[in-house]
């Protein structure tokens, strides 16, 4: 074992202290508490990820028009050179 690491037996130990002190009811509510918290953000983090690209996607939607329209009155004045 090398110098500051810390082996299984201590790693044993003080879980053993931890579920003397706290209880093993009380470590499944905390580790419940701690579950649905993680699972909150993970869905947060999924929301706002979808959020953006819907955003994304209406950005370039609204772009594309304009693109048209621009195209639309080159041809329109070429159209009209032409003649």
Sequence with gaps: MGVGG????????ILLI????FGTKKLRNI???LGGALKG???????DNTEKEEEESADESSSEPAV???ETAEVAES???AE
């Design 68 to 70: 048209e329209s621009e």
């Design 18 to 21: 931890v579920v003397m002190l």
């Design 41 to 47: 953000f993970k869905n947060a983090m999924k929301d």
């Design 31 to 33: 580790g419940g508490d």
């Design 6 to 13: 810390i082996g299984i037996w201590q790693l044993l130990i």
């Design 79 to 81: 159209k009209g050179k």
